[in-house]
C-alpha cells in the first residue's frame, strides 16, 4: 500500500501520522477524543487515500479510537509496546519522546516491518460481550480479594476472633457477624444460645454448631487494642463490611449472567466440553480465545499467547529456558486454572502432571507442562469446532 498511518494513543488527543512507502511524512494530525476530533480525523485522512487502502497502526489494539477506525474501513494493525520500545534506537541516539515523533515512528515501523504484524480482525458482538462481563468480573474479584484481606488483617491488629470465627472472612455470615460485633466489647455477653440464634437469623448453612464456633472465637488472642482505638477500628470494619456487602451479591450475579451466556455460544459448549473446564473457566478461556480461527494458525501461536510455552536463550555454550512473561496473562491463568483442574477428573491429565512433578517440577511449573499440552487439544478442538471426545484423544485413551 502507498500509505502507511500511525497512531499514538492519548487520553485527551491523538497523534495521527501518514507516511509514503519512501518514508515521507504526508500528513500530521492532532485529533481530539471527542465526536469532532474523531470525524475530522476520519475526514482527513479520507482526503489522502480510500479507507481500505490506509492501514493504521496502534500500540493499544481496543478501546473508542480503534473501533472508530475499524467502522470506518481502515484497516488496523496492533504493534506490542516492546516492539516500538526496540525500535527506538533506529529514530533517535537521545532519549528524548513526544507524541508526533511516536505516531511517526509507528507508522514506519508499519513501512518497513509492516508484514510481520497481522491486521486487527474484531470478534463478533457476543463475544466481545462476554469479554467484557468476564473482565469486568475478574476486575471485581480482585477488588473483594483485595478488601477481604484488608478487612481480616484491620480484625486480626485488635479483634482476631472475628477474623477467625468462620472460615471466609468475605461470606455473607462472617460479614453479618462483623456487622453485628465490630469490637471485642460488643461481643463480651455472646454466649452459646445468642449466637445460636444469629445463626439461624441468618440462616447458617455450616457444618459447625454454635459451641464450636463460640469455642473458635475465644481460643483467639485476645485484642490489646484501647477502647477508643477498638472503637475507631470497629466503624473501619463496618465500612469494609458494607462494601463487600454490596460487592459479593453483584459479583455473583455476574457470574450467574456470565454462566449463562458462555453456555448459548457454540464455542461456549466447545469449551466446556473438556473436563473439569466449568462455565467460569470456559468464559474466562473463551472471551481471550475470541471466535476468529486465523487468529491463531498453529498450535504453538496458542501456546505463546497464553504463556504456556517456555522461552529459551542460547548464545555459544550457554543455554537457559525460563517462563514465558509476555503474554496474554488473562489466558494463561484461565488456561492454567482449568489445567489444574483437568487433572482431578482426566487420567491422563494427571500422568502429565504426575510425571512433571517426579522430574523436580515445582506445582505451577507443572501446571504450565500440563496446560502446554491440552493447549494442542483444546486448538484442535476450537479450529474443528468440535466437542472434546475422550474416545479420540488416542493418548487419553493409551492411558486409561
Known amino acids: 500500500m502507498p500509505f502507511h498511518g500511525g497512531l499514538d494513543w492519548g487520553g485527551t488527543a491523538h497523534a495521527v501520522c501518514v507516511v509514503d512507502d519512501a518514508g515521507q511524512v504526508v500528513a500530521r494530525i492532532e485529533a481530539r477524543h471527542d465526536a469532532a476530533g474523531l470525524a475530522d480525523m476520519l475526514a482527513r485522512l479520507r482526503k489522502i487515500a480510500p479507507p481500505a487502502e490506509l492501514p493504521i497502526a496502534i500500540e493499544r489494539p481496543s478501546g473508542l479510537i480503534v473501533d472508530t477506525l475499524i467502522g470506518a474501513g481502515h484497516p488496523v494493525v496492533p ?87 468462620f472460615a471466609a472472612i468475605d461470606s455473607p455470615i462472617a460479614l453479618a457477624f462483623i456487622a453485628r460485633y465490630p469490637t471485642p466489647d460488643s461481643a463480651s455477653r455472646l454466649g452459646e444460645k445468642r449466637l445460636a440464634s444469629f445463626m439461624a437469623q441468618h440462616a447458617y448453612c455450616g457444618r459447625r454448631s454454635a459451641a464450636e464456633l463460640l469455642a473458635r472465637l475465644r481460643a483467639a488472642p485476645a485484642g490489646l487494642a484501647s477502647e477508643a482505638e477498638a472503637d475507631a477500628k470497629g466503624e473501619l470494619a463496618r465500612a469494609l463490611v458494607a462494601v463487600l456487602e454490596r460487592l459479593v451479591p453483584e459479583i455473583a450475579r455476574l457470574s450467574s449472567r456470565i454462566e449463562h451466556a458462555v453456555a448459548e455460544l457454540p464455542d461456549g459448549k466447545i469449551v466446556m466440553s473438556f473436563p473439569r473446564a466449568g462455565r467460569i473457566c470456559a468464559a474466562q478461556i473463551l472471551a481471550e480465545l475470541g471466535d476468529i480461527r486465523d487468529r491463531f494458525q498453529t498450535e504453538d501461536q496458542l501456546a505463546a499467547e497464553a504463556g504456556v510455552a517456555p522461552v529459551t536463550h542460547a548464545s555459544g555454550k550457554s543455554r537457559g529456558v525460563v517462563c514465558r512473561f509476555a503474554c496474554n496473562k488473562a489466558l494463561r491463568q484461565a488456561i492454567t486454572c482449568f489445567a489444574d483442574n483437568s487433572r482431578h477428573a482426566s487420567g491422563w491429565a494427571a500422568a502429565i502432571y504426575t510425571r512433571a512433578r517426579e522430574r523436580g517440577c515445582k506445582h505451577a511449573h507443572a501446571v504450565r507442562i500440563l496446560a502446554r499440552a491440552w493447549v494442542r487439544v483444546l486448538w484442535r478442538a476450537w479450529r474443528d469446532g468440535v466437542p472434546y471426545d475422550p474416545a479420540r484423544h488416542q493418548a487419553a485413551v493409551r492411558i486409561a
Open 79 to 165: 504493534i506490542h509496546p516492546n516492539v516500538v520500545k526496540a525500535c527506538r534506537p533506529r529514530y533517535r541516539a537521545a532519549g528524548g519522546k513526544s507524541d508526533p515523533g511516536d505516531a511517526y515512528m509507528i507508522a514506519d515501523i508499519l513501512r518497513t516491518d509492516g508484514h510481520r504484524f497481522r491486521p486487527l480482525q474484531p470478534a463478533s458482538d457476543e463475544i466481545r460481550a462476554l469479554r467484557a462481563l468476564v473482565r469486568g468480573r475478574d476486575d471485581l474479584v480482585a477488588q473483594r480479594v483485595a478488601l477481604a484481606n484488608q478487612l481480616r488483617s484491620l480484625l486480626e491488629s485488635f479483634w482476631p476472633g472475628a477474623a477467625a470465627i
